[in-house]
């Protein structure tokens, strides 16, 4: 059931001032989102122009995430010590200021090393979003403001292609950095003039959860490390990422069994037998593999079968990023309906979602960008619709008080999801490529006359040998052989689009199984019924 008012904390008078105050929040948190995946886009240019191999490079990614979602544990916790005010101002700045400074890095080193503490910084932001949504906002706005939230997983990610592309094509690779800035300066001015500053709690310190934080960081952090280098390590087949692994999953098991009996924990686990934010945890990571459906594989294709620059794609991802600034708002306005249960909008949301993945699943080398249209509208739709609702019945069971404990797990979740998310898909696609070339190939062996031209003026890259089994030109061969690489890439994702909506079902029976009816939050009165369901 819902949290009851009286657990709650006599709220902060919610005038124009805290509003802007939490649009600075929001401005923040989108930043960094927005830092992580345009760095991630434009890494090649980036590479290209401070001279960093391509092993280097990899970490340049690898090490922000490992920081990133290892400062999101912690980030509540310092946040309620120090004052979220302070705290979210200070995790600005420096956020900014690793920005200004990180193209000026003369080595491979100080670079990723610098990402690091940028990635700290970074981290800290999403959990502070969610936390001011939940202490802030009244009633009848905190659907608004988890949509807000929400667009740190729809919004964001979908406006990196298009920011990529312009800053390594049209100005300078440089600002892929230094775009944070005048964000952050906006942000920043309205988070210090709009937020309320709360006193000092040092003496928090007395029970601070330094085996948490050291155990639960370095766990998250080293999990992290392994699945974003394991295809590049060849997995169990490294030292390194055995190493790797053998030390995070230990180190977690340990940052659990301390999190249950430590009195002021990072993560209260108890909060896990409510059975809707149990659901909510589970249903968001399930929702962040599936929306790759909209992203992750229409950049693949076009990116290895029809050799587009990110720049050629972005239109694609704008389709769905740029709506969300208008559906996000009528889906809450929705789920503000006291006869619409948000499971019946979660369920919705998956079915244009399973809808898209099965037109995905048509796909063939001849396709073109008109051809992914419907596919990313249905996207468009989907993600807010089932988001929202999750965000919805979980903090439903979350009192005020126990906000900080809510966003750390949720943002820790969210934040090690998207990233196993795209492994999983990334090592997906690649091994059924080459399952799929395998089969093309051995097809083609046995049956060489599909491949065998009348005479030598009628071969081409699909019939590229010759009556006496030689091959006509090189170029013809090199040519076929592309024709098998497209050809397997574009089963696999069709492969992978299926396997989506095998998610995609998962969460569907999640939804039915496991959440109770909850009602909007500006709902005081709730009717007395024989079940919650």
């Known amino acids: 059931m819902n949290a009851t008012p009286a657990s709650a904390p ?15 929040v929001l401005i923040a948190a989108l930043t960094s989102g927005l830092n992580d995946r345009v760095t991630d886009i434009a890494l090649a240019d980036i590479r290209a122009a401070t001279g960093i191999s391509y092993d ?15 400062a999101m544990m912690i980030a509540p916790w310092f946040a309620v010590t120090f004052s979220l005010r302070r705290f979210t101002l200070t995790a600005s700045a420096g956020f900014m200021l690793t920005g200004i400074l990180l193209p000026m890095m003369p080595t ?36 608004y ?13 979908n406006m990196a292609a298009s920011l990529a592309a312009f800053w390594t094509d049209e100005v300078s690779w440089m600002f892929v950095f230094w775009q944070v800035v005048p964000a952050m300066l906006i942000g920043m001015l309205l988070i210090g003039w709009g937020l309320p500053q709360d006193p000092l709690r040092t003496e928090r310190f007395k029970q601070i959860d330094l085996f948490g934080m050291l155990t639960g960081c370095s766990a998250i952090a080293l999990l992290i490390l392994a699945l974003t280098q394991g295809e590049r390590l060849d997995w169990l087949n490294s030292p390194l990422f055995v190493g790797l692994l053998l030390t995070a999953l230990p180190l977690f098991v340990v940052f659990l069994i301390n999190e249950w009996f430590h009195p002021l924990p990072l993560f209260k686990l108890q909060m896990l037998q409510r059975r809707n934010l149990t659901h909510g945890l589970l249903a968001l990571a399930g929702v962040l593999i599936v929306s790759l459906s909209g992203s992750a594989l229409p950049s693949a294709y076009f990116a290895q079968v029809e050799g587009f620059r990110t720049l050629e794609f972005a239109p694609l991802a704008l389709a769905i990023g740029l709506p969300q600034l208008l559906i996000a708002p009528l889906v809450a306005a929705l789920l503000n309906i006291r006869w619409i249960d948000c499971r019946w909008v979660l369920a919705a949301g998956l079915g244009l979602l399973v809808t898209s993945c099965g037109l995905g699943m048509h796909i063939t080398s001849d396709w073109a960008r008109q051809n992914f249209w419907l596919i990313q509208i249905l996207q468009a739709f989907g993600q807010p619709m089932v988001i929202l609702p999750i965000l919805m019945s979980a903090t439903s069971v979350v009192a005020p008080p126990e906000g900080p404990f809510a966003s750390a797990m949720f943002n820790t979740v969210r934040g090690f999801s998207s990233i196993a998310a795209s492994t999983l898909v990334s090592w997906f696609v690649s091994h059924r490529e080459q399952f799929h070339s395998n089969v093309l190939i051995n097809h083609a062996v046995s049956r060489p006359w599909l491949m065998t031209a009348l005479d030598s003026s009628q071969a081409n890259r699909s019939q590229p040998l010759l ?29 992978t689009w299926m396997l989506l909506i ?29 079940t919650s369901r």
């Open 145 to 157: 403001g988890l949509g807000g939230y929400a667009l740190t997983a729809t919004f964001g990610p």
């Open 10 to 24: 006599a709220p902060h008078p919610f005038t124009l001032r805290l509003a802007l105050g939490l649009v600075g």
């Open 108 to 143: 491979p080193t100080l670079f990723i090393a610098l990402r690091v503490v940028q990635g700290l910084f970074g981290g800290a932001l999403p959990p502070m979003l969610m936390t001011v949504a939940l202490r802030f906002l009244p009633p009848p706005l905190k659907l």
């Open 502 to 530: 095998g998610f995609a079902a998962f969460m569907l029976l999640l939804t039915a199984i496991l959440p109770k009816r909850v009602w909007p939050p500006q709902t005081l009165i709730q009717p007395v019924t024989p």
């Open 56 to 70: 280097q490079g990899s970490w340049i990614i690898s090490a922000y995430q490992a920081a990133e979602v290892a």
């Open 467 to 495: 009556p006496d089994g030689s091959v006509s030109s090189s170029e013809n061969l090199s040519g076929f052989a592309t024709l098998v690489k497209h050809q397997a890439l574009v089963l696999s994702l069709s492969d």
